[in-house]
């Protein structure tokens, strides 16, 4: 499940970059090119492919498989 929500975390960031540069009109190509309301959407997608991420490298691992929470005899 981690590395899904890596994969679909990279994507959301790869995705609103380019939405953001396009609305800045950095990357000049396709019809998204100078619309600021694009950059808005941009930054929303890379906060969620970010917040994402931290969820899937912040993920406990189920309590029955970690040997130091069993208990000693």
């Known amino acids: 499940m981690k590395w899904i929500l890596t994969i679909i975390g990279v994507l959301l960031l790869l995705v609103g ?13 396709g019809f998204m090119a100078g619309h600021i309301q694009y950059t808005v959407l941009g930054v ?10 931290a969820f899937a490298f912040r993920r406990r691992k189920p309590t029955g498989s970690n040997p130091s929470s069993q208990a000693k005899p």
């Open 44 to 53: 929303i997608v890379d906060v969620v492919g970010i917040a994402l991420l």
């Open 17 to 29: 970059t380019t939405w953001i540069l396009q609305g800045l009109n950095i990357l000049t190509q």
